[in-house]
C-alpha cells in the first residue's frame, strides 16, 4: 500500500502552464512559485505531502486536493492519491467533490448576502416575515440572525428518509417508488424515485421540529433547506439558476454546481459513499447528503460540487471585499458582517464557522488563525477558510467518508487543521 502510495505520490499533477498562469489581474488569483513569497518550497511540500500520505497510509481518505493562496497568489494546489481505495482513477486537480456543509457558505450565504445588502433580507426580523409556516408556533419569535448563527436552538437534523421506511427496510409507496412518473420524478437512484411534492413533506417536518425551551447555541442545518425557496421568492430565479448566473459564471467558477453529472463526465467526479442504508449504492455524483438528495439535490444545506480552484476564486472574492477582478458582488460592510462574531460563547458568525472563543482547541482552523478569519467544514472531509487579517485562503477536499462515513481518521489525525497551520508557519513564523 505505502510503495502503491508512492507511486501516486510522484504522479501528482505539476506545476506547469496553467490558465492562470501569466494573466493574474488586480483582485484575480494566479499561480507563482512559494519562493517568490520568500517560503522553502522544498520544506512547504515535504510538510504537507507528510501529513497527507500519512492520512492515506492509515485510511483517513483516498485522495484529496490541498490549495493555498496568499493575497490572490497561490503558492501550493496539488492533487493527491485516489478517487477512490480501489485505485483506478488518480485525483487531479480540476475533479469535483462533493462540498456537503461548504454548501452553506458557498450557496446559501452568499445569496443570503446580496439579500440583506439589497434591504430584502432584515438580519433582526422574525423569521416568520420570510417563512410564514414559522408563524404557526413558538418559531414565530426567532431571528433571522439567531437562525444563521445557530442561536436559535433549532433541530440540528431530521433523518427525513427513515419516516418512509418500512419496519422490513422496504420505502413505503406513498413517499417512494421503483419507477419513475410525473407524480414520482425525483431521481434518488435510477430505482428509487421520490414523490414530486416531497418538499412540502420536509418543510412541514421542520416547522413541527422541536425546538431548545431557552435559546442558546445550537448547530443546525433546518433552516438552510429553507433558505433556497426564499432566495427565490425574493429574487424571483430558482436557487440554482440565481447563483451560476449572478456569481458562479461572472467569477470563472464553472465547476460550482448542483448535479454535476447533468455538466460533467462521472470520471471528473470523486464518489462519496457505499450508501448501505438509504439509497444502497454507491454515491457518485448525487449529494451525499439524505436530506439534501430528497430536496431533489439541490439545497443550501449541502449539495454543491466543485474543485477546489473555483472554490478558491469565491474565497478570493471574499478576501477582496466582494470583488474578484472587474466583477461586484457585495460590499466589503456586509462581508464584515456576516463574518463577525454575533453571540457571547458562540464560536459561529451568520453562515460562518470561526474559530473557537477558547484554547486549546481552535475548531477546524489552524491554531494560528486570526480571530477575524472564518469559513466551514464539511462532512465528506471538506473544509475552506479565509483570513483576512493575513490575506491568506485555504481549501482542502476529500471524499473521508469512502467507503463509508465511519472512517474518522481525518479528525483522529488532526488532518485539516495540521495542513493549514503549515500555510501560517511558513508564511508568517519565519
Same mark, same amino acid.
Given at each position: 500500500?505505502?510503495?502503491?502510495?508512492?507511486?501516486?505520490?510522484?504522479?501528482?499533477?505539476?506545476?506547469?502552464?496553467?490558465?492562470?498562469?501569466?494573466?493574474?489581474?488586480?483582485?484575480?488569483?494566479?499561480?507563482?512559485?512559494?519562493?517568490?513569497?520568500?517560503?522553502?518550497?522544498?520544506?512547504?511540500?515535504?510538510?504537507?505531502?507528510?501529513?497527507?500520505?500519512?492520512?492515506?497510509?492509515?485510511?483517513?481518505?483516498?485522495?484529496?486536493?490541498?490549495?493555498?493562496?496568499?493575497?490572490?497568489?497561490?503558492?501550493?494546489?496539488?492533487?493527491?492519491?485516489?478517487?477512490?481505495?480501489?485505485?483506478?482513477?488518480?485525483?487531479?486537480?480540476?475533479?469535483?467533490?462533493?462540498?456537503?456543509? $461548504?454548501?452553506?457558505?458557498?450557496?446559501?450565504? #452568499? =445569496?443570503?448576502?446580496?439579500?440583506?445588502?439589497?434591504?430584502?433580507?432584515?438580519?433582526?426580523?422574525?423569521?416568520?416575515?420570510?417563512?410564514?409556516?414559522?408563524?404557526? !408556533?413558538?418559531?414565530?419569535?426567532?431571528?433571522?440572525?439567531?437562525?444563521?448563527?445557530?442561536?436559535?436552538?433549532?433541530? #440540528?437534523?431530521?433523518?427525513?428518509?427513515?419516516?418512509? @421506511?418500512?419496519? !422490513?427496510?422496504?420505502?413505503?409507496?406513498?413517499?417512494?417508488?421503483?419507477?419513475?412518473?410525473?407524480?414520482?420524478?425525483?431521481? $434518488?437512484?435510477?430505482?428509487?424515485?421520490?414523490?414530486?411534492?416531497?418538499?412540502?413533506?420536509?418543510?412541514?417536518?421542520?416547522?413541527?421540529?422541536?425546538?431548545?425551551?431557552?435559546?442558546?447555541?445550537?448547530?443546525?442545518?433546518?433552516?438552510?433547506?429553507?433558505? #433556497?425557496?426564499?432566495?427565490?421568492?425574493?429574487?424571483?430565479?430558482?436557487?440554482?439558476?440565481?447563483?451560476?448566473?449572478?456569481?458562479?459564471?461572472?467569477?470563472? =467558477?464553472?465547476?460550482?454546481?448542483?448535479?454535476?453529472?447533468?455538466?460533467?463526465?462521472?470520471?471528473?467526479?470523486?464518489?462519496?459513499?457505499? /450508501?448501505?442504508?438509504?439509497?444502497?449504492? $454507491?454515491?457518485?455524483?448525487?449529494?451525499?447528503?439524505?436530506? =439534501?438528495?430528497?430536496?431533489?439535490?439541490?439545497?443550501? !444545506? =449541502?449539495?454543491?460540487?466543485?474543485?477546489?480552484?473555483?472554490?478558491?476564486?469565491?474565497?478570493?472574492?471574499?478576501?477582496?471585499?466582494?470583488?474578484?477582478?472587474?466583477?461586484?458582488? $457585495?460590499?466589503?460592510?456586509?462581508?464584515?458582517?456576516?463574518?463577525?462574531?454575533?453571540?457571547?460563547?458562540?464560536?459561529?458568525?451568520?453562515?460562518?464557522?470561526?474559530?473557537?472563543?477558547?484554547?486549546?482547541?481552535?475548531?477546524?482552523?489552524?491554531?494560528?488563525?486570526?480571530?477575524?478569519?472564518?469559513?466551514?467544514?464539511?462532512?465528506?472531509?471538506?473544509?475552506?477558510?479565509? /483570513? #483576512?487579517? @493575513?490575506?491568506?485562503?485555504?481549501?482542502?477536499?476529500?471524499?473521508?467518508?469512502?467507503?463509508?462515513?465511519?472512517?474518522?481518521?481525518?479528525?483522529?489525525?488532526?488532518?485539516?487543521?495540521?495542513?493549514?497551520?503549515?500555510?501560517?508557519?511558513?508564511?508568517?513564523?519565519?
Amino acid at each position: 500500500m505505502k510503495n502503491q502510495i508512492l507511486v501516486c505520490f510522484l504522479f501528482l499533477i505539476s506545476f506547469g502552464k496553467s490558465p492562470l498562469s501569466g494573466q493574474h489581474l488586480a483582485d484575480t488569483l494566479c499561480y507563482i512559485s512559494p519562493i517568490e513569497l520568500g517560503v522553502d518550497s522544498l520544506l512547504l511540500h515535504k510538510k504537507v505531502d507528510s501529513i497527507v500520505i500519512r492520512g492515506m497510509e492509515e485510511g483517513a481518505f483516498p485522495g484529496c486536493q490541498v490549495l493555498a493562496a496568499h493575497r490572490g497568489r497561490i503558492f501550493f494546489h496539488k492533487a493527491y492519491g485516489f478517487h477512490t481505495y480501489e485505485q483506478q482513477r488518480p485525483v487531479r486537480r480540476g475533479d469535483l467533490y462533493d462540498l456537503a456543509s $461548504l454548501t452553506k457558505v458557498s450557496a446559501a450565504t #452568499p =445569496a443570503l448576502m446580496k439579500l440583506y445588502e439589497q434591504g430584502q433580507l432584515r438580519l433582526d426580523t422574525p423569521m416568520a416575515v420570510y417563512w410564514p409556516d414559522f408563524s404557526r !408556533n413558538r418559531k414565530r419569535h426567532i431571528t433571522v440572525r439567531e437562525v444563521l448563527a445557530h442561536q436559535a436552538g433549532l433541530q #440540528p437534523y431530521i433523518t427525513y428518509y427513515e419516516r418512509e @421506511k418500512k419496519r !422490513n427496510g422496504s420505502f413505503r409507496p406513498r413517499a417512494i417508488r421503483t419507477d419513475s412518473s410525473d407524480a414520482f420524478s425525483i431521481r $434518488l437512484t435510477d430505482s428509487l424515485w421520490l414523490r414530486t411534492d416531497y418538499q412540502a413533506q420536509i418543510y412541514k417536518r421542520i416547522r413541527r421540529s422541536w425546538l431548545k425551551p431557552r435559546q442558546g447555541y445550537v448547530y443546525s442545518g433546518l433552516a438552510f433547506y429553507l433558505f #433556497p425557496e426564499i432566495i427565490r421568492q425574493q429574487t424571483g430565479l430558482p436557487f440554482e439558476s440565481y447563483l451560476r448566473d449572478s456569481l458562479y459564471l461572472p467569477i470563472g =467558477a464553472h465547476s460550482l454546481c448542483f448535479h454535476p453529472l447533468e455538466k460533467f463526465p462521472a470520471s471528473q467526479i470523486v464518489p462519496t459513499e457505499r /450508501d448501505s442504508f438509504f439509497r444502497y449504492q $454507491l454515491l457518485h455524483g448525487s449529494v451525499h447528503d439524505e436530506g =439534501a438528495a430528497m430536496m431533489g439535490g439541490v439545497s443550501g !444545506n =449541502a449539495g454543491l460540487f466543485g474543485n477546489s480552484l473555483d472554490l478558491a476564486r469565491l474565497l478570493q472574492l471574499y478576501l477582496n471585499g466582494g470583488s474578484y477582478g472587474a466583477y461586484h458582488f $457585495l460590499q466589503d460592510s456586509t462581508l464584515k458582517t456576516f463574518s463577525a462574531y454575533q453571540y457571547a460563547g458562540n464560536r459561529r458568525a451568520l453562515g460562518f464557522d470561526k474559530p473557537r472563543l477558547s484554547e486549546p482547541e481552535r475548531g477546524y482552523a489552524a491554531p494560528s488563525a486570526s480571530m477575524s478569519s472564518y469559513g466551514h467544514s464539511g462532512y465528506t472531509g471538506t473544509m475552506c477558510w479565509v /483570513d #483576512p487579517e @493575513k490575506e491568506l485562503i485555504f481549501v482542502f477536499l476529500s471524499n473521508r467518508v469512502y467507503p463509508t462515513r465511519g472512517q474518522r481518521g481525518i479528525y483522529q489525525l488532526n488532518i485539516r487543521p495540521s495542513i493549514h497551520e503549515v500555510m501560517y508557519e511558513l508564511l508568517f513564523q519565519r
